[in-house]
């Protein structure tokens, strides 16, 4: 457990919380990042409100790496973020690997309609059971992926 | 000028991405390894396991759920004409299958969509390739199943 952060996690959880909260009472949208960043592609519709969204993302990701610094990864006091490679004994370049995960989360994430932001956090908000289902498949499938590949020892 | 293209709304998507993009940064979602910690359940009996983002996800949740009480009182959100609530409610193939593929990417890499944009700020060595294969895969996506509400209404009945 010597990882295990619950302040900065239930007060991260919050902050995510309040932003789909806001844009769904403000905007009546639903902030799953794989349909605001898949929607970009053609045959684009609203692409303006989804650039902003992503755009700010990014930027708040940076500001709050410099106001609360020293947290995990990234900005002034924090470890520079790595990417994970495949695991050793299965010798498979590092951009490959990676290169397969996108592909595989980028089209999973499509014909399932949401991720863990849209299905995990917005989708069991709603109670909606298309999500409960696609958020039990994720979660096993990952823990189950993890388990075979060994990656994180 | 449709709604969505005037400046409160601009200015909620604005806001609502920055508060999202703080988030992940504070939990340390963005940060892959931290995530398949908590994905490493190997870890329980071994000692070892994070499981930092079951509380972030909870406490997300926790707030949209009242986020979502509350719009259940109202005809429409502040800034559009209606809420954009999904209209297609069947367990079917595509959602079953598309779960599955998206657990595996998941459980590779330690990084869903919101971190994968997120990380964009810190920038690591092929990120670029991972972006690009998760904008390929998903465009991949939208050209094999049917698109569009009306579509996917039309086969659902």
């Avoid at chain 1, 932001?117 to 823990?143: D, P």
Wanted: aromatic share 10%; with cysteine; charged share 10%.
């Amino acid at each position: 457990m010597d990882s295990f952060s619950p302040i900065p996690a239930l007060a991260g959880g919050v902050l995510i919380g309040l932003a789909s909260a806001l844009l769904w009472l403000g905007n009546g949208r639903i902030a799953g990042i794989s349909g605001i960043f898949g929607q970009l592609l053609p045959p684009a519709r609203t692409v303006v409100w989804r650039f902003v969204f992503l755009a700010a993302l990014v930027l708040g990701t940076l500001a709050a790496a410099w106001v609360v610094p020293g947290l995990g990864v990234g900005g002034p006091a924090g470890k520079p973020a790595e990417l994970v490679s495949a695991p050793a004994a299965w010798g498979i370049p590092t951009p490959l690997w990676l290169a397969i995960a996108g592909l595989l989360t980028g089209f999973g994430t499509k014909i399932g309609n949401g991720c863990t932001s849209g299905h995990g956090v917005c989708g069991i908000a709603r109670l909606s059971l298309r999500s409960f289902v696609a958020v039990g498949i994720f979660f096993s499938v990952a823990i189950i992926t993890v388990a075979v590949t060994g990656i994180v020892a | 000028m449709s709604a969505t293209t005037r400046l409160p709304y601009l200015a909620t998507a604005a806001v609502s991405g920055l508060l999202f993009g703080a988030g992940l940064y504070v939990s340390q979602m963005v940060d892959p390894l931290k995530v398949l910690r908590f994905l490493d359940f190997g870890a329980i009996p071994r000692g070892g396991w994070d499981p930092s983002l079951a509380l972030v996800i909870v406490a997300a949740i926790g707030v949209m759920f009242v986020a979502v009480r509350i719009g259940r009182t109202r005809q429409a959100p502040a800034f559009d004409t209606a809420f954009n609530e999904p209209e297609f409610k069947r367990i079917d193939a595509p959602l079953v299958l598309g779960a599955v593929l998206f657990g595996v990417g998941w459980g590779m890499s330690g990084i869903c969509p919101g971190p994968a944009i997120s990380l964009v700020a810190f920038w690591p060595p092929n990120l670029l390739i991972y972006l690009l294969a998760l904008f390929a895969g998903s465009y991949a996506g939208a050209l094999v199943i049917p698109s569009g509400r009306e579509r996917r209404l039309a086969v659902a009945r």
